[in-house]
Nanobody, 119 residues
Framework: QVQLVESGGGLVQPGGSLRLSCAAS????????MSWYRQVPGKERELVAS????????GYADSVKDRFTISRDNAKNTVYLQMNSLKPEDTAVYYC????????????WGQGTQVTVSS
């Protein structure tokens, strides 16, 4: 059974840090590009960061560049999002996404984890 399970969200003060984790099971993580998205009520889901299969390429939304870092550990089937210098506008539900596969393009999503940045 394919699963992506996010963890690490919570309430943090502005300027603080959080590290999100995405634990994958039921598929081979190394065949997939991995991304983090976020969504606030009433708005479209926004791509935050992506990382290639072998961690050699990563990209970020302008709004999080130089503050967030995406990484992956294929041996542990886990993807991370280190978030520093958090701002109230980073408040959202954060989702993990896996896109790839060997013969068929597959697109998997986690259930999301809430991040709230507030004093």
């Amino acid at each position: 059974q394919v699963q992506l399970v996010e963890s690490g969200g919570g309430l943090v003060q502005p300027g603080g840090s959080l590290r999100l984790s995405c634990a994958a099971s039921g598929f081979t993580l190394s065949w997939f590009a991995m991304s983090w998205y976020r969504q606030v009520p009433g708005k479209e889901r926004e791509l935050v960061a992506s990382i290639g299969h072998a961690s050699n390429t990563a990209g970020y939304a302008d709004s999080v560049k130089d503050r967030f870092t995406i990484s992956r550990d294929n041996a542990k089937n886990t993807v991370y999002l280190q978030m520093n210098s958090l701002k109230p506008e980073d408040t959202a539900v954060y989702y993990c996404n896996a896109l790839g596969g060997l013969d068929t393009l597959r697109d998997y999503w986690g259930q999301g984890t809430q991040v709230t940045v507030s004093s």
